[in-house]
């Protein structure tokens, strides 16, 4: 490994303007998966077309909660090993996390084809919304391995300070996506079940672009087959840090079933599609913080395994004002502006109103959200797992779950939509009394009070 690498500058926030503008540019693409799915889907299939892939999200959450896990997993440790001048581990380290990723997509792949009536009634699919439902998840299912490898090549490439090509990989694959959809949908009316040919197509090529990139020799990090070769240790500590990443996925996995089954019951159909229309708007509002923390991630990885404190706590301190600015201009847009991205899904007066009414009660917290998941980042970052665990997790097992589960009984379907702000005003207040001791110990580490080993 050369002495210098790409996070060798004082310049920090240009080098996290560097790293988060592609991968702003990347999760605005890879977030065009399923939202222009739904579109398509709403506009040429229905109202009961969108209840159908808000349906299936939740498996398909599970697949990028496996790819994050391994991914973040193996990215921070991939990270701090490339600080340390330590190519071999980092090869390694990438080599462990590519073959756990076959292995849990196939598993789940199985397991949901094994069953799918099954699973998608106890998710909360009617009668009317389920033959849909099937016809699109059968097809997911069978491409699963592509959905979870594009997620977890695109941060285990970053990692390496190389943000260009996750870019183009995820930007060729949601072009693809969109072009496919209008051909599948519209001139050969294949409905979801093309919407869905459309997104396992696309990530096809997406994890094809990633694997001529480390065949090339252009990547820093190479793929050798003795690297894919399970080393516990190494498998174990990527767990560790990545495992929150996963749980948190399926932990939003099941709250959206709870959440499409309260629905359901207070609402019917039309109320899960208003919830499917709004999560899908809440994954745009959500991208500021998200694309920081990715792009914070190897920075401060880095620096801490360099033990360049300084430049992490300034790239910290950057990465939060950011993501706070960000989502409260995201915030402002879409609470003054509902309607207008509602009615981008689907036009019927209903829905729109429906999900204008939703979506004002939801998003009435977001400005707080860009610190949650800077703060997040930051633990595994770090290879904090109990604290990466308790911050990404919290949100949804401790507090979203319950309150969706026991508000709804004094206000029905109003219960559900003022879970979210509740939920993340307690998620803030976690995850500030667990970043405040951290940032401590990084500052007394700068003034070299403590040893990393300490």
Request: hydrophobic content about 55%; overall charge positive.
């Amino acid at each position: 490994m050369s002495k210098h690498t790409v996070f060798d500058t004082d310049n920090i926030g240009k080098l996290l303007l560097k790293l988060t503008i592609p991968a702003f540019i990347g999760m605005v693409v890879i977030t065009l998966y399923n939202v222009v799915d739904t579109i398509f889907v709403g506009q040429y299939v229905g109202q009961l077309g969108i209840a159908a892939l808000s349906i299936v999200f939740p498996v398909q959450m599970l697949s990028m909660g496996i790819g994050q896990m391994m991914g973040m997993g193996g990215a921070a440790l991939i990270s701090m090993a490339i600080g340390q001048g330590d190519k071999t581990s980092a090869e390694r380290i990438l080599g462990n996390a590519i073959t756990p990723t076959i292995f849990f997509s196939a598993v789940l792949m199985i397991f949901g084809l094994s069953n799918m009536d099954f699973w998608l009634r106890l998710i909360g699919a009617s009668e009317d919304v389920l033959p849909l439902a099937t016809d699109y998840l059968q097809i997911i299912l069978i491409g699963m391995f592509f959905q979870t490898f594009a997620m977890a090549f695109n941060v285990l490439i970053r990692a390496e300070g190389n943000a260009r090509v996750p870019m183009i990989s995820m930007i060729i694959g949601a072009v693809l996506n969109i072009i496919l959809d209008a051909i599948f949908i519209i001139p050969l009316e294949m409905g979801v079940a093309g919407a869905a040919w459309a997104t396992i197509i696309a990530q096809m090529v997406s994890v094809a672009y990633c694997v001529v990139y480390y065949l090339s020799g252009k990547s820093l990090l190479k793929i050798y087959l003795k690297n894919l070769l399970i080393d516990w240790k190494i498998l174990g500590s990527i767990l560790s840090i990545g495992v929150s990443s996963f749980i948190m996925m399926m932990a939003s996995s099941i709250c959206a079933i709870i959440i499409n089954r309260v629905l359901n019951q207070y609402g019917g159909d039309i109320a899960i599609s208003a919830y499917g229309i709004i999560n899908r708007i809440v994954m745009f509002a959500l991208m500021p913080g998200m694309v920081i923390g990715q792009g914070l991630q190897p920075i401060l990885g880095f620096n801490y395994g360099a033990r360049r404190y300084d430049r992490g706590l300034k790239a910290l301190k950057i990465a939060i004002i950011w993501a706070t600015v960000f989502c409260t201009i995201a915030f402002a847009v879409l609470y003054t502006f509902p309607e207008f991205f509602a009615r981008i899904f689907n036009s019927d007066p209903e829905l729109v109103a429906l999900t204008v009414y939703g979506a004002r009660r939801v998003f009435i917290m977001l400005p707080v959200v860009g610190f949650i998941m800077v703060g997040s980042t930051m633990f595994q970052a770090l290879g904090k797992p109990v604290q990466a665990f308790m911050s990404t997790v919290s949100r949804t097992v401790l507090f979203l779950i319950p309150l969706v589960l026991i508000l709804p009984h004094f206000w029905q379907m109003e219960g559900v939509w003022w879970a979210f702000p509740i939920t993340d005003i307690l998620t803030f207040s976690l995850v500030l009394s667990l970043f405040i001791p951290q940032i401590r110990q990084l500052i007394r580490l700068r003034k070299g009070q403590l040893t990393v080993g300490e």
